[in-house]
């Protein structure tokens, strides 16, 4: 009995410590991992995730260098992308059609020669209407797509078509050189460009290396008009005093800034930085005691929290307050191991449902084994859509007094229940289109049923009398 006692307190133990923001969620393994660095993670409608970076193999099967999951983690067989790419993917941005710009070092996709700036139709192959134009020394290190189906690129290329084009461009939408936008940009930058981030009046934010544009000077953030102009009105003044890697855009105008400086404007600022939206430092922004080293990427929360990816060893998650503060709530524990500066770069993307993809190089988080890819809990709302009674998967009866039949079109590769602290009380994998959850031995009160087919991941809300 002591036994079955202890056991019992583990797992309640387990499951408070998956609710923690920062845990680790169990419920999404992608087996033995990607085997190497993972540079780019983008979350598609419907929840599946394209990652890109240095790999060569995902979960045991050849994926060079790009790859796309689905929404537990599993490698998914109908993305195909052959031989893939022949070099590293640093970028990847969705167009609303499906397709895929993917930006990187590479000169060869699936044994097609197309040099570091490619697109890809939804089912991994290479869309061979869009051409690129990169010079031969140059790679693709940002990616903004525009409304109207254009593209600004950022990275370390030179040239494009052969005309110079300093450090950025604006390729129309079958790959050719926006001339009009590179007749504004003039002689561009004079060192390589990193992230670029759209304003929703379509201005554009640069960060980088560089410490000039086009003859004016502007240390390592500037911002550009929609026609490729210096925009005079967002004033930096003396800039930041290093590389700037991490770019967010808040809805009021606001910009946070990550990188390697400890100064912006001639203000102490270690790491993080955020500005108003006319290039001033925000005094009210201070990030000096929560952040303990070279930041090399950013991602605000739709709440205003900040999460910050620690260059450093190893790799660290640290989650900022709207003011820059550490929030002690969000809790890593030993974090990862395998990574930091000799893992290279890390990247992360925030599904709709809250939860967090954090990719790298790393063989483990918080002491459970996950290789290159990993999702973490943050403790925000699911924004996932509720089934409803015309869903193609039905759930019944509900209310429950226990058993609940579940039935769907598709095969239902996995189901997870939730109570509504998101302690998961039962994981099944049915592989079928039809399954039985049994909640007698539960509580009365609400849950929340996650079932994910091939096509589309789902959540509902269950009612256990």
Known sequence: MK????????????????????????????GSGVDSLVRSVIVQTGGKIIIGGDFVSVNGTPRKNIARLN??????????????????VYAIALQPDGKILVGGGFSVFNGTPIKSLARLNANGTLDNSFGSSVDAGGSVYGIALQPDGKAIIGGSFSEYGGEVVGFIARVNSNGSLDN?????????????????????????????????????????????????SLDASFDPGAGFSNWTLGLALQPDGKVLVGGLFTEFDNNSREFVARLNSDGSIDPSFDATTAVNWHVFNLLLQPDGKVIVIEWGYPLQLVRLNADGTKDPTFVTGSGFVGGGLDGGPASFALQADGRLLVGGRFASYNGTARSGIVRILTGLPSTVEPFHASSNLNIWPNPTFGALQISSPEEIRSLVVTDILGNAIVMESPRAKSATIDLSDQASGLYLIRALTDSSERVTKVVKQ
Request: hydrophobic share 40%; no cysteine.
């Open 180 to 228: 009009a936008f590179a007749a504004n940009t003039g002689d561009g930058f004079n060192a390589g460009t990193w992230r670029i981030a759209l304003q929703d009046d379509g201005k554009a934010v640069v960060v980088g290396a560089f410490n000039e544009f086009d003859g004016t000077p502007r240390e390592r953030i500037i911002r550009l008009n929609n026609d490729g």
């Open 3 to 30: 036994t079955l006692h202890l056991a019992i307190a583990a797992v309640l133990s387990s499951s408070q410590l998956a609710a923690q923001p920062g845990a680790i969620d169990l419920t999404f393994n992608p």
């Open 71 to 88: 929404s537990d983690g599993s490698l998914d067989n109908a993305f195909d992308p052959g031989a893939g790419f022949n070099d590293g």
